[in-house]
C-alpha cells in the first residue's frame, strides 16, 4: 500500500470511530433510562397524581402541565415566527437594519434559558400580572422557541426556488399573490418542522418554567390557565435532587425521564410523519 | 423596417445597477406582430433589456431605470401604471423551464386565478385554447391532472408558453426559451414562435445566432449595454453596418 491510501484508510478510521463515540454514548443513555425507568411506567405511573410525599403513585400532573404549557408556547411561537420569518425573507429590504436583526434573532437563540426564565418573572410574572402560572411559564418558552422557529422558517422560504416567484409575478400576480399560493405552500413542511422541532425543545426545558410558574406538588390539576402547575422536567429535577429521599425515588425520576424523553420521541416523529405527508401532497 | 407603428418604444433609456451602468442609451421601436431577437455576448445586458420590458427588474433591489419604455404610447415606469397590470400585458418565458410543482392544468390555470376568474368553464376553455396556442394539448390533454414536473424540458417550456398565453398577453417576451433544450424541443419551440408572432409581438434574447436568423424578422446586437445595430434580421446577417456586428456574427469573439 503507498502513502497516500495508507492516509486514506486512517482518515476513513478516525472519522468512523468519532461516528462510533457518538453512537455508543446514545445507546448508553438510553440503555440506562430504559432498563432503570421501564419498570417504573405503568398504567398508574401516567394517570395519577403523586401521594405518600411524592413517594408513590403517579405522574399525571406533569403530563398534563408539561402538555398544556407547550400548548401556550405554541400558540405564541408559531404564528409569530412564520410571520416574522415571512415578512424578513419576503418583504424586507436588505439594509443595516434587517442584518442586524438577523444577526439578533441568531444570538438570541444562543440566550442561557435560565436568563429567558428571569426575563420571564420579570415580564410576565410582575409587569404582566400573570403570577407564576401556565399562561406566564408558556409565554416564556415562547420567547426563547422564536428564535428557532423564525431561523427555521426562514431557511424553509430561502429552500423555494426564485423561479416559483419571478414565474407568478410575471403571470400578473400581486407579490402576496405569489408567497400565499406559489412560495407559502412549498415551504410550510419545512417551516413546521422547524416549529415543532423547537416546541419539543421548549417541553424539555426547566430553568425558563422554574420561576415562572412550575410547582414543586400540586394534588389537583390545574384549573386555569392563572395556576400553577407541575411539568415533567422540573418533576425530574425534584426527584433527582431537593426530594427528602432520593434513592427511594430514583426509579421515580428514572420513568419521568422515560415518559419525557418518549414524548418527545413522539413529536419529533410526528413532525417527520407531517413534512412526508405534506411532501407527498405536494407531488399528486 | 416596415413603417407600421410601433408597439414599444424605447428611447435613450439608461439602466443601472447600483452604481455601474448596465444599459447605455438604448433607444428601438420595436413592431408590432414581429419577432425581435436581441443578441449579443454574455453580460452584454441584453437579458436586463428585457426584463425591463415587464419591469421584472423591480425585484432587484438598488436597480434604477432613466429614459423611457412606452408601450401602445404609454410610460410603462410611470408611477400612475401598475405593475401587475403591465405584467398581465407582457407576458414572460424564462430561460429554464420553470413550471409550477401543481398540475399541468393548475400551471396553465395559475395566471387566470391570480387576475381573479373564477369561471371554471372559462379557466377550461382558456386552459385548452393556450395548451393548443402552445402546441402541447395533443400530449397533454389526457393527463391534466399530472404533475407538471412530469413532463420533459421540451414540453415544460411550452407549458410555460401556454402560461403565458392563458392571460392574453399583448406581448411575449421569453429569455433564451430553448438554450436548455435538444436540438429536438428547441425546432418545437422555434415553430411555436414563428406561430405566435401571427398575433403577439414576440421579444426574444438568444445566444444562438443562427436561431435569432431562422425565426426573428428585426435583430438587435448589444454590446456592452450599447445598441451598436439595430435593423432587419436579413440586413444584419448579410449586410451588417457596423464591424463589430459583422465580427460577433461571424464568430470572431463573443
Redesign the interface.
Known sequence: MNEKSIKQVLGFWVLRLCMGFVALILVVVFYDIITKGAPAVTWTFLTQSPREGMTEGGIFPAIVGTFLVTMITAILAVPLGMGSAIYLNEYA??NFMTRFIRMSIRNLSGVPSIVYGLFGVALFVEMCHFGTSIISAGCTLGLMTLPLTITASEEALKAV?R??R?????????KW??IR??VLP?AIPGMLTGAILGLSRAAGETAPILFTGAAFFLPDLPNSLLSQFMALPYHLYIMSTQHHNITLVRPIAYGTALVLLMLIFLVNISAIILRYRLRQM??? | MPNMKPKIKIKDFNFYYGASQVLKRISMDIQPTHVTAIIGPSGCGKSTLLRCL?R?ND?I?SSRPEGKIEIDGQDINAPSIDV??L??RV??V?Q?P?P??K?IFDNVA??L???GIKDNRLIEKRVEASLKGSALWEEAKDRLKE?ALNLSGGQQQRL?VA??LA?EPEVLLMDEPASALDPIATAKIEELIVELKKKYTIVIVTHNMQQAARISDSTAFLMQGDLVEYGKTSDIFTKPKQKMTEEYITGRFG
Not at chain 1, 419571478?166 to 400581486?174: F, N, Q, S, V, Y
Open positions: 429590504p436588505d426556488p423561479s416559483y419571478e414565474g407568478a409575478l410575471a403571470l400578473g400576480a400581486t399573490q405569489s399560493t406559489n412549498y405536494k407531488k399528486e | 415587464n421584472m425585484l433591489p401587475v397590470d405584467r398581465k407576458g414572460m424564462f429554464k420553470n409550477f410543482p398540475s395559475y395566471g386565478r391570480v387576475n404533475n410555460c402560461r403565458a392571460i
